[in-house]
């Protein structure tokens, strides 16, 4: 009787070790194409549950006297990875609550830039009004300065961000550039126009922006943050 709940202890150690396996490899598993992303995002997703079937093994192997009076090290051990575990995943989901499902962004909803090296045609006005609610601060951005002049500096720009840009094309004013999401390692394209802001304005260009994701429906507010983030270092 006394060593009825003895397995709680190895049990919460188990479970504390598996959630941290399910949570460090999703990402680089997606990243490194062994899962698909869904499968990654599953895992990632479930490594929340672990958690907390962890922690709740954890607290009864504290909690009964029998089982903690053999060693309170692995069961106090597996609680705080459980706990550590918990905030990739809530944090994940406040993001996606916090943002709406939408994952094509530009700073020209009404004539968004085209892709070179593919077609991506652009949602329509449904993702335009909601982009707008959400993101009402994605503008285009006026540089003083001739179209060539800007067009080399938007190609900089864009290397300077640490994105793959794979096509260019000065006479048209249009650049292409693929980048990578930090954890799952998710493909996003990216489009930038260069024009002149308008004939009278020769001296006087306007760059509009468009990222876009590659998979799912919602982005969690990466793609804008991205253009945000290209656009402070156009400026």
């Known amino acids: 009787m006394r060593g009825m709940f003895a397995w709680l202890r190895p049990l919460a150690l188990v479970l504390a070790a598996a959630t941290l396996f399910m949570l460090a490899l999703s990402g680089p598993l997606v990243r490194f194409d062994v899962l698909s992303y869904r499968t990654g995002l599953t895992l990632f997703r479930w490594s929340f549950y672990v958690a907390i079937a962890t922690g709740v093994i954890a607290v009864l192997a504290l909690a009964i006297p029998s089982v903690r009076v ?4 692995w069961p106090v ?16 989901q406040s993001r996606a609550r916090s943002h709406p499902p939408i994952n094509d962004i530009t700073t020209d909803t009404q004539d968004p830039p085209r892709y070179m090296t593919t077609t991506r045609a652009y949602p329509g006005a449904d993702m335009a009004r909601q ?47 693929v980048d990578s999401t930090k954890w799952f390692g998710f493909k996003d394209d990216i489009a930038i126009r260069v024009r002149a802001a308008d004939a009278g304005s020769p001296n006087l260009s306007r760059v509009d922006v468009r990222s876009k994701s590659r998979v799912g429906r919602g982005d969690l ?8 983030a290209y656009v402070e270092r156009l400026k």
């Open 70 to 73: 053999r060693g309170a090290a």
């Open 77 to 92: 051990l597996a609680l705080i990875v459980s706990l550590v575990a918990l905030y990739p995943p809530l944090a994940f």
């Open 131 to 177: 982009q707008r609610a959400a993101y009402p601060d994605i503008m285009p951005v006026m540089l003083p300065m001739p179209p060539p002049q800007a067009f080399a500096k938007a190609v900089s720009a864009a290397e300077a961000m640490g994105w793959e840009v794979v096509g260019r094309d000065a006479a048209a004013g249009t650049i292409e550039a």
């Open 221 to 228: 507010g990466t793609n804008a943050q991205r253009i945000r």
